[in-house]
C-alpha cells in the first residue's frame, strides 16, 4: 500500500520529469509508472508489459532515477534544501541542460547544493542559474583545505 501511495502521488510529476530529462528517449514523451503489489516498475506507454529499465543506458538511468528523486521531493519535501552528488556524470549534453533547466524553474523555493568534479560544469551550471536571475556561488573545497 505503502509504495502505491506513493507512486501515485508522484507519477504525473514523474511522467513530466521524464520527459524534460529524457529527451533523446521514448521521443521526450516521459515514462509512466507501473505499480502492482511492492512492485514498481517504468514503461513507455501505458499499454506496456516492458520494463524500460532492460533498454536504457547508464546515462538514462540516471536520468530516471534523478527524475524519480527530483518528484518525491517535489511532492514530499518537508524542507527547503535540496543536495545533490555530480547528477550528470553519465548525461549526454542535452538531458545536462534539460536537467539545469528543470532545477531553474521548478525548484526556485529550493536552497540547491550541487556537487560536481568538473569545473566547466560548474561553470556551466552557474550561468545557467544567473541567467534566470538565481543566486549562484561556487566552492571549491580542494582548494579551501589548501
Do not use: W
Amino acid at each position: 500500500k505503502y509504495i502505491s501511495d506513493i507512486s501515485r502521488g508522484i507519477e504525473i510529476i514523474f511522467h513530466i520529469y521524464t520527459g524534460r530529462l529524457l529527451q533523446n528517449y521514448s521521443q521526450g514523451l516521459g515514462l509512466f509508472m507501473a505499480h502492482k503489489g511492492d512492485k514498481l516498475s517504468f514503461r513507455e506507454r501505458v499499454d506496456s508489459e516492458i520494463d524500460a529499465l532492460f533498454s536504457m543506458s547508464s546515462g538514462q538511468l540516471s536520468a530516471l532515477s534523478i527524475a524519480f528523486t527530483l518528484a518525491l521531493n517535489h511532492k514530499y519535501a518537508q524542507n527547503n534544501l535540496l543536495l545533490i552528488d555530480d547528477p550528470v556524470q553519465t548525461m549526454d549534453e542535452i538531458n545536462m541542460s534539460a536537467f539545469i533547466d528543470l532545477l531553474r524553474y521548478e525548484f526556485t523555493d529550493r536552497q540547491i547544493f550541487i556537487s560536481t568534479h568538473e569545473d566547466h560544469t560548474s561553470a556551466y551550471f552557474r550561468y545557467k542559474f544567473s541567467k534566470a536571475g538565481l543566486e549562484k556561488s561556487r566552492i571549491n573545497f580542494m582548494n579551501l583545505s589548501r
